[in-house]
């Protein structure tokens, strides 16, 4: 946004795509980027929704494109809501270093976690990046909320390994890291 209020979305996302230069390896992205002043702001929600939840965009983004962050939110939680299930994984398969590797490698976490079928992280992306976007633009609680109305609470993952004491043991140094992601939401 200029100093004088008016927000230019070509300069925005010329300044978001500077701050993460690795999302121009993503055809989506890239091809939005080429666009440059024939970019719409349905063309840049419609990307920028899916890379909304991905840990290393969503400070940037809502940085970015404040002005736009509630239709944004809004797509996030849209593309959220097609999830079937986002209580629990349907395949565990994925070590803590191997994940952080893939999600490197990936613009759309929706997509990936959904094929994946591990709804419960990306849920738990989802609480992440909704507790980020309310340190920095708290006048969008009415859409995260929206997607509370669905969706299971922040700490799921607690209530489910909650009644289920050896896995709580096995599972204490991933569940640590989540409950930190949580705590501030």
Known sequence: MAMDGSFS????????????????????????A??????????VVNVLGEVFLHPNYTIPLMGCFRPIAGKIVDKAVGLLRIVPNLRSNANDTLAEAEEEKV???????????????????????????????????PFLLGPILNYFKFAPPPFERISLEG?????????????????RWKVRL
């Open 9 to 32: 979305l070509q300069f925005a996302l010329e300044r978001f795509l500077a701050r993460c230069p690795k999302l121009l390896a993503f055809p989506h992205v890239d091809s939005l």
């Open 34 to 43: 080429k666009k440059t002043h024939m970019v719409t702001e349905e063309e």
């Open 103 to 137: 999600l490197n490698e990936v613009a759309s976490v929706v997509e990936l976690y959904n094929r994946a079928g591990r709804g419960l992280d990306l849920h738990e992306l989802a609480c992440l990046a909704f507790c980020r976007t309310l340190d920095l633009a």
């Open 163 to 179: 009644k289920n004491s050896e896995l709580c043991a096995q599972m204490a140094p991933p569940l640590l890291v989540r409950v």
